[in-house]
């Protein structure tokens, strides 16, 4: 059979016949060409990701530069003193620390009606108002 493919393919090259299944020329030294073509693919990708290592270290110098020019701090930093905040007024407690109120519950809404209240006595005419504060 195989020698019918090759007369039928006429003047294939020896690559055509491994295409089709044809028996493949064994290298003795294919292992030895793998093993430093993957030595090769690892040192290539060591040297890319030290690359983009001192890249990523030049844009932090950039990216601190720029929070020191404004005075902004890093997220972690912040979380950090919110954390240490949060467990320095819990220090002496047993329980664990109260969740904060949300704006608009509770003494809070009683002000701020007053102050409306106080806002609208004082576009009042004088006798009105001298009523409105008895």
């Known amino acids: 059979m195989e020698f019918v493919m090759k007369q039928a ?3 294939a090259t020896k690559d055509m016949g491994k295409m089709l299944g044809g028996d493949e020329e064994k290298d003795p030294d294919a292992a030895k060409k793998e093993e430093e073509r993957q030595e090769a693919l690892r040192q290539e990708e060591e040297e890319r990701k030290a690359k983009y ?3 990523e270290a030049e844009r932090e110098v950039m990216r601190q530069g720029i929070r020191d020019k404004y005075g902004i701090k890093k997220k972690e930093e912040r979380e950090a003193e919110a954390q ?3 467990e320095a007024d819990s220090e002496g407690s047993l329980t664990r620390p109260k969740k904060a109120i949300p704006p608009g519950c509770g003494d809070e809404r009683e002000e701020e009606d ?8 004082k576009y009042l005419p004088g006798p009105l108002q001298d009523m409105f504060k008895k």
Do not use: N, R
């Open 84 to 86: 240490a905040a949060m």
């Open 53 to 55: 290592a001192k890249m």
């Open 114 to 121: 007053e102050g409306i209240l106080d806002t609208v006595i």
């Open 9 to 11: 393919l006429g003047g």
